[in-house]
């Protein structure tokens, strides 16, 4: 997913304001040019947040919303959980970049909970960025470990947000979501007439 996070890191535009979500998104962080100005943002509290830390960079109470040790950045700040929150609730955020269990092809959002039996719901603040960051992508595999789809006609699975994913990178290739559907905008390994046959799209 290193790869991926690369081509994602190259699609956020510069000085943006991000959050990048628990899981493989934060790998993005790796893959930002330091000259870019862009600002990473966490839920639990950092703004100017940096790449993951190495050996004697590790600071325990240094970490990403997923509990990696992280660096600072120059001019780095930390704030009350509250006040991260406001800041993902007020529109602040440039972009956001989340895990996914399903997404429609309308751009609706499922990523907390599958809705099974005995399932552990992990909403986080996932509802507040969907809803709150002006441009959502999503980064994940693009089939489930049987082979069903997870870019799909509606979500089955408990939503997150509605018509709020712009992107969907995946394994496979990038989707772009808007009112017309869905648009392979590049596919990795497979020709798009086989993916669009594997996830039921129009060639």
């Given at each position: 997913m290193d790869e991926l996070a690369a081509v994602i890191a190259r699609d956020i535009p510069a000085d943006a304001y991000v959050n990048l979500g628990i899981g493989r998104p934060t790998k993005i962080a790796d893959h930002l040019p330091a000259d870019a100005g862009i600002v990473l943002h966490t839920e639990n509290g950092m703004l100017g947040m940096g790449r993951a830390a190495h050996g004697a960079e590790v600071d325990p109470d240094l970490t990403n919303a997923g509990k990696v040790p992280v660096i600072e950045t120059p001019g780095c700040s930390y704030f009350h959980h509250a006040d991260s929150f406001a800041m993902m609730r007020g529109g602040h955020l440039d972009v956001c970049v989340l895990?996914?269990?399903?997404?429609?092809?309308?751009?609706?959002?499922?990523?907390?909970h599958t809705?099974?039996?005995?399932?552990?719901p992990a909403v986080g603040g996932a509802m507040d960025l969907a809803i709150g960051a002006k441009q959502v992508f999503?980064?994940?595999?693009?089939?489930?470990k049987s082979g069903a789809p997870k870019l799909v006609p509606e979500c089955t699975y408990p939503?997150?947000?509605?018509?709020?994913v712009r992107q969907v990178y995946s394994d496979y290739g990038v989707f772009v979501l808007g009112?017309?559907?869905?648009?392979?905008?590049?596919?990795?390994?497979?020709?798009?007439?086989?993916?669009?046959?594997?996830?039921?799209l129009p060639a």
């Open positions: 895990g996914a269990y399903q997404v429609a092809y309308d751009g609706s959002l499922a990523n907390w809705g099974e039996p005995g399932a552990i999503v980064m994940m595999t693009l089939f489930t939503l997150t947000g509605l018509r709020c009112p017309a559907g869905v648009a392979i905008r590049e596919t990795y390994g497979v020709r798009a007439a086989e993916l669009c046959e594997r996830l039921g």
